[in-house]
């Protein structure tokens, strides 16, 4: 991995990452609740997270302008996912959101989601892709998520035709009630990625896993 080394966004960029942070502000609130729905163990419960992220939070700005660090890469959907350590490779699909504001989330267990308010993979901020522990009986593609390390590499083909390499940098793990919204989808100074999914025990009672699991990693190269 090369030196980071410092630019600056154009207005365009600025406009593209508030609006983002803007859409993320309004919906987030709303999507933790659904999120956390009664589900069976078998269908498996959508990874998400609980709650907004300060407006405040990001980047020193100066001038009007963010100052970044690192390799950046222009606007372009993800296509697929490949996990080296995990030895997992998944085709991923756009999540918006469904009529009553709640995110929408994988349909299989194969299949990862990237939330489409957020920033695409390579481009400046925090890109944010979901996907199950378990489906209907299936290990689902981040089955084993909560088992990645620092260093680990996570490839993300996009639709431009290039391959985006993040390096994980930590993984966290979170009772729900405490999910660190703020560190997920608030501003940063550098392209980023979230994995998130489900983890911890699994609450019988309430139909849903305790905890989540985030991998925050950090655009490599491409």
């Known amino acids: 991995m090369s030196q980071p080394e410092s630019r600056r966004v154009g207005r365009q960029g600025r406009i593209a990452l508030l609006a983002a942070a803007v859409v993320a502000l309004a919906v987030i609130a709303a999507v933790g609740a659904n999120l956390r729905g009664d589900r069976t163990r078998d269908r498996g419960e959508p990874p998400a997270p609980v709650s907004a992220s300060p407006a405040g939070s990001g980047p020193e700005r100066t001038g009007g302008d963010a100052l970044t660090t690192g390799p950046l890469l222009p606007t372009s959907n993800p296509v697929s996912v490949s996990i080296p350590a995990l030895n997992v490779t998944s085709t991923v699909t756009g999540l918006g959101l469904n009529p009553d504001g709640s995110m929408q989330v994988p349909d299989n267990a194969d299949?990862?989601?990237?939330?489409?308010?957020?920033?695409?993979?390579?481009?400046?901020?925090?890109?944010?892709?979901?996907?199950?522990?378990?489906?209907?009986?299936?290990?689902?593609?981040?089955?084993?998520?909560?088992?990645?390390k620092a260093g680990d590499a996570v490839n993300i083909t996009r639709g431009d035709g290039i391959i985006a390499t993040f390096t994980v940098t930590k993984v966290g793990h979170y009772p729900k009630d405490q999910f660190p919204s703020d560190a997920v989808y608030g501003a940063i100074d550098h392209a980023g990625l979230r994995l998130i999914t489900c983890g911890g025990e699994f609450d019988t009672g309430r139909h849903?896993?305790?905890?989540?699991?985030?991998?925050?990693?950090?655009?490599?190269?491409?």
């Not at 308010?117 to 925090?126: E, I, K, Q, R």
């Not at 305790?210 to 655009?219: P, S, W």
């Open 111 to 148: 299949t990862v989601g990237w939330f489409t308010h957020a920033p695409t993979p390579g481009a400046l901020g925090p890109a944010v892709l979901a996907g199950h522990v378990n489906w209907k009986g299936h290990d689902g593609a981040f089955a084993a998520l909560d088992t990645m």
């Open 208 to 222: 849903s896993y305790r905890d989540n699991i985030v991998v925050y990693a950090t655009l490599a190269h491409s």
